[in-house]
């Protein structure tokens, strides 16, 4: 008898991330489903397509960082999409790399110190409102459905002093978007389509300067 977890995964074993990980990022999305009934980590309307629209989207971008960089952060992270997912399946990678999660809200980041004592995960939470940290450092920094990329460059321009690589989520006008902001700025990034949506980017900058 095939695994459920394995049927329901598949889409992520291209992306090397092994079947052992498959049941642990189900128990986190039921997680989720359950909290949600007290506070809103995600729309209402996206419970039944979650497993999809959620945890595989939020861990398609495994295959886009760098899986040597020691620290992660997800500058927005909500309902730990994608930064507790990233750090369930790196866990299942024995890897170092630690997890930092920025969230103002109480609750949800009471969720997530929550999920990560749960599922034993080398995360950091801070509740704090990351546009009011400065000098901060970060090989790799992630943002799902957080605010619009204009806001996200200025952000990252003038928070962090250091940084490798950005790894954001882009809808449907995501070209056209990259373009708008190539007016202010000078990129350096790979884009991919999502594994999810056809139209919906992937988005990796590696270098920004202001012009």
């Not at 939020?58 to 507790?84: E, H, K, M, R």
């Not at 962090?160 to 202010?184: D, H, P, T």
Request: glycine share 2%; charged share 30%.
């Amino acid at each position: 008898m095939i695994d459920s977890n394995f049927l329901n995964y598949s889409y992520l074993e291209p992306l090397n991330v092994s079947r052992e990980t498959f049941p642990e990022l189900e128990q986190f999305r039921q997680t989720i489903i359950e909290k949600n009934k007290h506070i809103n980590l995600i729309s209402k309307h996206t419970e039944d397509i979650s497993r999809e629209r959620h945890i595989i989207d939020s861990a398609q971008i495994i295959d886009f960082i760098d899986l040597n960089a020691s620290v992660c952060t997800d500058i927005g992270s909500g309902s730990g999409l994608p930064g507790i997912v990233l750090a369930i399946i790196m866990k299942h990678k024995k890897s170092d790399m630690k997890f930092r999660l920025y969230e103002k809200s109480f609750h949800k980041s009471k969720f997530l110190k929550e999920v990560t004592s749960k599922f034993n995960l080398n995360v950091e939470v801070f509740q704090k409102d990351i546009f009011k940290e400065k000098n901060l450092s970060s090989n790799i920094i992630v943002a799902r459905a957080f605010k619009p990329l204009p806001v996200i460059l200025n952000l990252i321009k003038n928070n962090f002093k250091y940084f490798n690589e950005v790894i954001l989520f882009l809808g449907k006008s995501g070209r056209e978007i990259i373009n708008q902001a190539s007016l202010e700025w000078e990129i350096k990034y790979e884009i991919k389509k999502s594994i999810t949506n056809q139209d919906s980017l992937i988005l990796k900058i590696k270098s920004l300067e202001k012009k």
